[in-house]
């Protein structure tokens, strides 16, 4: 299944939420109509579309991030 999700947030705090649960995109509300089919077309050809604001590097330094704080949780909570 390849799900993006419409959102009335802007965070990348949801962004984060959207990668961990593995969306293929996040497209807010606010966007206009043409930026919602192009992130689904993006997606039905498996790739990730976050919105225009978010190009592959920064998605890529974002989901690095990410994996790098939930890492840091594991080995805190081990250590415990």
Known sequence: VKAIFLTMHDSEEYLIHAFKIGAMGLVSK?????????????????????????????????EHNYKKLTSEFVDDYIHL
């Not at 192009?38 to 998605?59: C, H, M, P, S, V």
């Open 30 to 62: 606010n966007t206009i109509k043409g930026e919602l089919v192009y992130a689904i077309k993006t997606a039905f050809n498996g790739e990730k579309y976050f919105g225009k604001q978010y190009d592959e590097t920064r998605l890529k330094q974002i």
